[in-house]
């Protein structure tokens, strides 16, 4: 049956009881608060009112009433963000830029749970934003464009961090879904004497998958724990992940998505990936004086995973492991009404391996079959340690005028070991035909990369409403691992130095009871970014220009009426020379970087039983090869949600995804080998949830 003939009838009906629903002014669906606060910029609960314009925030609320399947369906709420979802739980980062993607391309969004980076420094990954637990989130917070001091390396485009609450309700949470899809979320909270309480939270996910041979089965536990005595405020906090997961890669050839049959299929039911993640931390907070705060946080991480790379000739097998330890200090001082400071030392240790092997003969050419052979292509150990100081002074110059200025300095070592035979050769030894084989190991070797990274920021706050705020900043990322000792072709050795942004915002955001709204203009600057050119060495020089606007409102019409808006338009350019084929991109728009996108969403409640939400999604097109010769039409998606409150206890939700059933394409991509190739959009599917909370 058509999901047309039963889901528009399911809301009518929904709409007709919601006036019988009961009423309680605890309802998770009452009307959405417009104050939110965040940590991502300073470590320490801060309004966003008070942080800069390009911090933002989904709170409870919005996450509840979304209850995304994917964290990509979230954070396409936040200007600016034009993530791309990929197959299965797989997604790749956009803040501010084009889809990033490549060996570092992880390295421009800085993912963090707690304020804690979810991968070690150096070693990212792209996919890693489905290490997070965002499904039983309290808050997502995202900062676009260059984050405060607090953080460094890898927060280049923005920053994405996922905060779970120790104070929450016991609840359960069934869903279920198009495509066999299954979700169980539970949270249960506990209070002990001595101003103790914490909460354990479950997320159990099982999803068919809507194409061919493919879907994920994922395993989510967390543990929140805060303490008070006396002057003390601990935080303990533990996150364990499991992904396994069936993959489906890209459908071939233009305009292939539209084609409901060749949408469905998988051209890799071979390709999977499976994935294991622990994080877990202990924080202490002490008031030392009235004016005096420290605050300490000690961590460990540990992650491995295993793909195969269907996207490459051979779909080689990828393994890597991780594990290390960190901690985050920081000390705050009230030096008057007026001055406070701030100053703290972080670090990192990480253990890193990674072996790369192909099991069968690559199919296709001789000349690929020949380049690319069967065994060991890498297999190496990298011990990576991080080191960073830094400071930020708010200084009030008088009642409306302010100024923020933030200094760090960041050093970056790798200390690399090879365990199989360095140079382009097979792992016993021979010479691969047609000059040699793809995959070159360099040798043994050290490197080492410092940064010094200042901003200001001017503020003008005219009134309780209004504030206008100016702000320079500059970004960074050291090479990471990949880029330097994963090689390919004659390269034996990748001179690589820092990334670095600069940028320039102009902000007004106004804010009352029933409305806050931003304006947000930037100009970024991207120095020395690594590319692999035409040779296949990974190199560094280039240059990306950025410019755009970001709006966001949320407006409370009335009590039973709430609209929602955020959109962006943005363009970014190459900017330096730089070669492909015959074609010099200088002066082309970055390919996978549309101009324009956005959403937004109109929210109805007539009591605090029931609610109603749709929301209009929009991509624009984009070109997705560098030279500007092929490209993607974009799309506009409708969405429906509803929530209905049972009684005290019990709520049901449904959510009707793509309403309209559009074909489209999640990522459309073009390369010389394969020609146009697209990760194609799900057809309209419907999800219903049970929940029950005390």
Not at 62 to 83: D, F, K, N, T
Not at 242 to 248: G, H
Not at 359 to 388: C, K, M, N, W
Not at 574 to 600: C, I, R
């Amino acid at each position: 049956m058509q999901c047309s003939k039963i889901c528009l009838p399911l809301v009518m009906v929904t709409s007709s009881v919601a006036a019988f629903a009961q009423s309680s002014d605890d309802s998770p669906y009452s009307a959405r608060p417009l104050e939110e606060v965040a940590v991502i910029s300073r470590r320490v609960a801060t309004p966003v009112v008070d942080l800069p314009a390009n911090v933002s925030v989904l709170g409870n609320q919005r996450l509840r009433e979304l209850s995304a399947v994917h964290i990509q369906q979230a954070l396409s709420q936040i200007p600016g963000v034009s993530m791309q979802r990929g197959n299965g739980q797989e997604s790749l980062p956009a803040i501010r830029s084009a889809v990033q993607t490549g060996a570092g391309a992880c390295g421009s969004v800085l993912v963090m749970e707690e304020g804690i980076p979810v991968r070690g420094a150096g070693a990212c990954n792209v996919n890693e934003l489905f290490d997070t637990h965002f499904e039983q989130a309290a808050s997502l917070e995202v900062v676009r464009g260059a984050n405060s001091a607090f953080y460094g390396s890898n927060a280049l485009n923005g920053s994405v961090n996922v905060v779970l609450s120790p104070d929450v309700s016991d609840h359960v949470r069934v869903e279920l879904g198009s495509h066999n899809y299954r979700r169980l979320g539970a949270a249960t909270s506990y209070q002990t004497a001595g101003d103790s309480l914490g909460a354990l939270f479950l997320t159990l996910t099982d999803d068919g998958g809507y194409r061919d041979e493919a879907g994920y089965d994922q395993r989510k536990l967390s543990w929140r724990h805060q303490h008070r005595l006396d002057d003390w405020t601990v935080n303990i906090g533990a996150t364990m992940t499991r992904l396994d997961q069936e993959t489906a890669g890209f459908v071939i050839g233009e305009n292939s998505y539209l084609d409901a049959r060749l949408a469905r299929q998988n051209l890799d039911p071979e390709a999977y990936r499976h994935s294991r993640s622990a994080r877990a931390w202990l924080g202490a907070t002490r008031q030392l004086t009235t004016d005096d705060e420290v605050n300490a946080t000690l961590y460990i991480r540990d992650t491995s995973m295993e793909f195969l790379q269907h996207f490459l000739p051979g779909d080689p097998l990828e393994e890597n492991t991780q594990t290390g330890f960190g901690w985050q200090s920081v000390w705050r001082h009230q030096q008057s009404a007026s001055l406070q400071w701030a100053m703290g030392f972080d670090g990192e240790l990480n253990a890193l391996t990674l072996t790369q092997s192909q099991a069968e003969p690559t199919p296709g050419s001789d000349f690929l079959r020949e380049t690319i052979p069967t065994g060991i292509h890498y297999d190496y150990e990298v011990d990576a340690r991080q080191l960073a100081l830094f400071g930020q002074m708010e200084w009030q110059l008088t009642e409306t005028l302010g100024v923020v200025a933030d200094l760090r300095w960041e050093s970056m070592h790798y200390d690399y070991d090879n365990l199989t035979l360095a140079g382009r050769t097979r792992d016993d030894g021979s010479e691969c035909g047609f000059g040699g084989c793809r995959y070159s190991r360099p040798a043994d070797r050290r490197d080492q990369f410092q940064h010094v990274s200042p901003k200001l920021e001017l503020r003008y706050q005219p009134d309780s409403r209004w504030r206008w705020s100016m702000r320079l900043a500059d970004a960074f990322r050291a090479p990471q691992a990949t880029e330097l000792y994963r090689l390919q072709r004659a390269q034996n050795v990748a001179e690589l130095d820092v990334v670095n942004a600069l940028s320039t915002e102009f902000a007004v955001r106004y804010t009352s009871d029933q409305l806050v709204a931003s304006l947000v203009a930037f100009d970024a600057q991207f120095k020395n970014l690594i590319i692999r050119d035409s040779d296949f060495f990974n190199v560094d020089g280039q240059a990306v220009d950025s410019h755009g606007l970001e709006l966001a409102v949320q407006w409370q019409i009335n009590s039973a009426w709430q609209w929602s808006v955020n959109g962006s338009w943005a363009t970014h350019r190459y900017a330096s020379e730089q070669l492909v084929g015959e074609v010099n991109l200088n002066g082309n728009l970055v390919d996978t970087a549309p101009k324009q996108f956005g959403s937004t969403q109109l929210g109805w409640s007539p009591n605090t039983g029931f609610s109603m939400q749709v929301e209009w999604q929009h991509m624009g097109d984009y070109f997705t090869d560098p030279e500007n010769e092929h490209r993607y039409p974009g799309h506009n998606l409708l969405h429906l949600r509803s929530q209905l409150k049972l009684n005290e206890t019990w709520a049901l939700s449904m959510q009707l995804n793509n309403v309209l059933d559009k074909r489209y394409a999640e990522r459309a991509d073009f390369t010389s080998f394969t020609g146009d190739r697209y990760f194609p959009g799900q057809p309209r599917s419907v999800y219903f949830s049970l929940e029950w909370h005390h």
